[in-house]
Structure formats: C-alpha cells, structure tokens
C-alpha cells in the first residue's frame, strides 16, 4: 500500500466495524493532510467505533505522515474510540506528523499492544512517537527506540507524550532519541494514570536545550514505578 492519499482520516483504511488484520505487509508514503483540528487523521489507519479490533503482525509501516496546521495526529494510526489494536514484530520507520503522534494518536480509552517492533527515525513537530489521552492503556514489550525526534519547543516526550493513561514498559531499549524542548524527556508524566517501567534500558536522551530531567519527567503528582532498568 504506497503514496495514497486523502484530507481527513485513514490513508489506508477507516476501521468502523468488526475487526481488521494484516499480516507481512507493507505501508509506505501514505499521506494525510489536515485542514482543521476536528479532522482526526491517521496516515495508514483510522478507528472510530468501540469495540472495535486491529492488528498488524509482520508488517513495515516506512514514511507515512499527516500535514497541514491543526489537529494532525498519528503518522500510522489514529483511534477516536474505546478500542484495541495489537502490533507485533512490526517496523516503524522514518513516519512522522505535522503536530503529535509520529506514529500513534491515540484517544478514548484506546487499548494498544506493542510487541518486538523497532521504531526508529520518526519525528513529530509537537513530540511523541505515542500520543496519548482519555485514560488509554499502552503495554510495550521487547521493542527498540531509536533516532526519533522532535523538531521544535513544543517538543515534550521525544518516545511518549501522555495527557493521561496507563504505560507498562518491559525489556525495551530507548537510545538515540533527540528532544529539541527543553521541558521533556522519554516521557512527560502529564497523566493522573500511572507508569511501570521494568527491564528495561533507557540511553540518553540529547536535547538541544536545558531540561529538568534526563530520561522521565514528572510534572506533579503522578505515579511512577521503575524496577531492574539501566
């Protein structure tokens, strides 16, 4: 599935109904433009009905973006619903938005499984490689980031940028990783939700400003727990 394109939501595919799998494939060049911040996006993937279910096991998601100036969110994937999605032994490289969620936006208590995938040299304008908000759970496992980055002050978590949620993190690696803000770090625990971050190797990140804080950045009241990490 390359270089398709659209304004509004789902380069490749609007889920709505029922459940959508994809096995070894590829998704390269796709583009979203947004025009207004109730646009919604995702490059490759849209979900906007509960219940629903998608998963990508196998497959290369390679250049895949959204432009435009407001409410560009999710490179690859977009939720707007109470839904899962499970990717395993996947690649995410080089995908990138004109605002947040290089890869992911995710939204309404999405549920999202990452298992053994790579991410690396994807960039947001407004930071996270993950976009997260409205109590979504997030389970990382066994996967690598590498050479992300963002591009300008409104940076925050070069890898996970939540507003809210749940995060378990487990035997991943993150290195590389540049933030150009000089407020955040991996993550910014801007969530009344909670972190578990557990064997796991956390490398840098650079920034090009002063920051607070080298790998998390707490910005209140929040609760993080980290056991048997470098």
Request: glycine content about 14%.
């Given at each position: 599935?390359?270089?398709?394109?659209?304004s509004?939501?789902?380069?490749?595919?609007?889920?709505?109904?029922?459940?959508?799998?994809?096995?070894?494939c590829?998704?390269?060049?796709?583009?979203?433009?947004?025009?207004?911040?109730?646009?919604?996006?995702?490059?490759?993937?849209?979900?906007?009905?509960?219940?629903?279910?998608?998963?990508?096991?196998?497959?290369?998601?390679?250049?895949?973006?959204?432009?435009?100036?407001?409410?560009?969110?999710?490179?690859?994937?977009?939720?707007?619903?109470?839904?899962?999605?499970?990717?395993?032994?996947?690649?995410?490289?080089?995908?990138?938005?004109?605002?947040?969620?290089?890869?992911?936006?995710?939204?309404?208590?999405?549920?999202?499984?990452?298992?053994?995938?790579v991410?690396?040299?994807?960039?947001?304008?407004?930071?996270?490689?993950?976009?997260s908000?409205?109590?979504?759970?997030?389970?990382?496992?066994?996967?690598?980031?590498?050479?992300?980055?963002?591009?300008?002050?409104?940076?925050?978590?070069?890898?996970?940028?939540?507003?809210?949620?749940?995060?378990?993190?487990?035997?991943?690696?993150?290195?590389?990783?540049?933030?150009?803000?000089?407020?955040g770090?991996?993550?910014?625990?801007?969530?009344?939700?909670?972190?578990?971050i557990?064997?796991?190797?956390?490398?840098?990140?650079?920034?090009?400003?002063?920051?607070?804080?080298?790998?998390?950045?707490?910005?209140?009241?929040?609760?993080?727990?980290?056991?048997?990490?470098?």
């Amino acid at each position: 599935y390359t270089t398709l394109f659209r304004s509004g939501h789902g380069g490749v595919a609007t889920v709505e109904y029922g459940s959508m799998y994809a096995e070894n494939c590829t998704f390269k060049d796709n583009h979203i433009t947004s025009s207004s911040s109730s646009a919604h996006n995702g490059g490759v993937f849209y979900v906007d009905s509960n219940g629903v279910s998608l998963e990508a096991k196998g497959c290369t998601f390679t250049g895949n973006y959204i432009s435009g100036t407001k409410g560009a969110f999710g490179g690859v994937m977009r939720t707007q619903a109470d839904c899962e999605a499970v990717y395993t032994d996947c690649l995410f490289d080089g995908n990138h938005s004109n605002y947040r969620g290089a890869v992911f936006g995710l939204n309404a208590s999405t549920r999202l499984k990452v298992n053994q995938c790579v991410f690396k040299n994807n960039y947001g304008t407004g930071g996270g490689i993950i976009q997260s908000g409205d109590n979504c759970i997030v389970y990382m496992n066994g996967s690598t980031f590498k050479d992300n980055y963002t591009t300008n002050s409104g940076g925050w978590g070069v890898v996970v940028h939540s507003a809210n949620g749940n995060y378990c993190v487990n035997n991943c690696t993150f290195y590389g990783n540049v933030n150009n803000n000089g407020g955040g770090a991996y993550v910014q625990l801007n969530s009344d939700g909670g972190w578990l971050i557990i064997n796991s190797t956390l490398i840098g990140p650079t920034t090009t400003a002063n920051t607070s804080s080298a790998l998390v950045r707490d910005n209140g009241s929040r609760k993080l727990n980290i056991c048997n990490n470098i």
